[in-house]
T-cell receptor, first 114, second 113 residues
Framework: QQQVKQSPQSLIVQKGGIPIINCAYE??????FPWYQQFPGKGPALLIA?????SEKKEGRFTISFNKSAKQFSLHIMDSQPGDSATYFC?????????????FGQGTILTVHP | GAGVSQSPRYKVAKRGQDVALRCDPI?????LFWYQQALGQGPEFLTY????????KSGLPSDRFFAERPEGSVSTLKIQRTQQEDSAVYLC???????????FGPGTRLTVL
């Protein structure tokens, strides 16, 4: 059962555009929502993370928007650059007895054209 | 400081062979996770260690999969009698005590012929 659904599967934008990637979850016990960036041949690297007590978090050009009632969260990349071309994964963790086990979305392949 | 390292980076096995994949976590990290990433998919949880104790192995797909971390540092994921469906990238991640942040290694790409 897919507990975190991510869309779109792929996304193409021009340099300077603002790609938006969306995720939805079912498990209301989730309380930590990170986004990871993965380049080919590399492991995922943490970009930014949010907890459900805030509706938005910004770090540099990356912003997470969180809607607890809708059980949805999204990643916005401001002023996107060709170097941002990578696969992005949302994830969620329930904390407590789940020991930080992450449940990942299916991933979004982002291409930023120069 | 060094990040999480994994070896080998690539492994080709014939169906039925046993394989062992190694993970060296960041020094001092208490938590260690193994994930399996199929082509074009997100990582899926396999197992979790806190120090040397394996606290969750609910994601291991079958009894052919076995993981250990005997001294609370290096971990080994062993797959016995490999099958073609075991072909995937196996990722290791570690995390310091009290933190949600998981630091991933580069993964081992396993191909079973």
């Amino acid at each position: 059962q897919q507990q975190v659904k991510q869309s779109p599967q792929s996304l193409i934008v021009q340099k300077g555009g603002i790609p938006i990637i969306n995720c939805a979850y079912e498990n209301t016990a989730f309380d930590y929502f990170p986004w990871y960036q993965q380049f080919p041949g590399k492991g995922p690297a943490l970009l930014i993370a949010i907890r459900p007590d805030v509706s938005e978090k910004k770090e540099g050009r990356f912003t997470i928007s969180f809607n607890k009632s809708a059980k949805q969260f999204s990643l916005h990349i401001m002023d996107s650059q060709p170097g941002d071309s990578a696969t992005y994964f949302c994830a969620a963790n329930a904390g407590g007895t789940s020991y930080g086990k992450l449940t990942f979305g299916q991933g979004t392949i982002l291409t930023v054209h120069p | 400081g060094a990040g999480v390292s994994q070896s080998p980076r690539y492994k080709v096995a014939k169906r039925g062979q046993d394989v062992a994949l190694r993970c060296d976590p960041i020094s001092g990290h208490v938590s260690l996770f193994w994930y399996q990433q199929a082509l074009g998919q997100g990582p899926e949880f396999l197992t979790y260690f806190q120090n040397e104790a394996q606290l969750d192995k609910s994601g291991l797909p079958s009894d052919r999969f076995f993981a250990e971390r005997p001294e609370g540092s290096v971990s080994t994921l062993k797959i016995q009698r490999t099958q073609q469906e075991d072909s995937a990238v196996y990722l290791c991640a570690s995390s310091p005590q009290g933190s949600n942040t998981q630091y991933f290694g580069p993964g081992t790409r396993l191909t079973v012929l």
